[in-house]
């Protein structure tokens, strides 16, 4: 069973990496805030942000707590 869980979070940590990647990828590409086209002028993109936000938060909180 601990098995299981140790995949799971590797999983996680791979899936974070790559949504990460997508995501900064997407902001250089469209650009930030600027011109109509912008990342964050598009909710869908928003959303991204805040669920690939959350995702590194808890990273760094489970990494700084133990």
């Known amino acids: 069973m601990v098995f299981y869980f140790q995949v ?4 996680d940590y791979a899936f974070t ?5 997508e995501m900064v990828i ?6 930030l805030i600027l011109h109509p086209g912008s990342y964050f002028r598009d909710l869908w993109n ?5 669920v690939v936000s959350g ?5 760094a909180f489970s990494s700084f707590m133990g």
């Open 55 to 59: 995702a590194l938060v808890a990273f």
């Open 46 to 50: 928003i959303l991204d942000f805040i």
């Open 26 to 31: 997407k902001m250089v590409d469209l650009g």
């Open 8 to 11: 799971l979070k590797y999983l």
């Open 17 to 21: 990496g790559v949504f990460t990647f």
